[in-house]
């Protein structure tokens, strides 16, 4: 079955930065854009970032735009999250999936901006 595995996240003050990676296994990585998404305390699920499978295009939310990098290696069949110039309505649990989303999804990971 799909397995995603998300790693990276913890505790950074505001202006901080963090590296988010996800270890995606059960299917053909290299097939399948990604995505992160995450949510926020008392919140939904907010989609964050995405690449596609072919021409490695990017795609993000506006409130990230110019601080969040997505990126692939599709060798390790890993995608990551470069989180630059942290704020706290960054916080949330931060998760990966392929898309179409598969009903599977890790643990997710735990990214806390604070002072």
């Known amino acids: 079955e799909v397995q995603l595995v998300e790693s990276g996240g913890g505790l950074v003050q505001p202006g901080g930065s963090l590296r988010l990676s996800c270890a995606a296994s059960?299917?053909?990585?290299?097939?399948?854009?990604m995505s992160w998404v995450r949510q926020a305390p008392g919140k939904g699920l907010e989609w964050v970032a995405a690449?596609?499978?072919?021409?490695?295009?990017?795609s993000y939310v506006d409130s990230v735009k110019g601080r969040f990098t997505i990126s692939r290696d599709n060798a390790k069949n890993t995608v990551y999250l470069q989180m630059n110039s942290l704020k706290p309505e960054d916080t949330a649990v931060y998760y990966c999936?392929?898309?179409?989303?598969?009903?599977?999804w890790g643990q997710g990971t735990q990214v806390t901006v604070s002072s």
């Open positions: 059960g299917f053909t990585f290299s097939d399948y854009a």
């Open positions: 690449i596609d499978s072919g021409t490695y295009t990017t």
């Open positions: 999936n392929k898309a179409p989303a598969s009903n599977y």
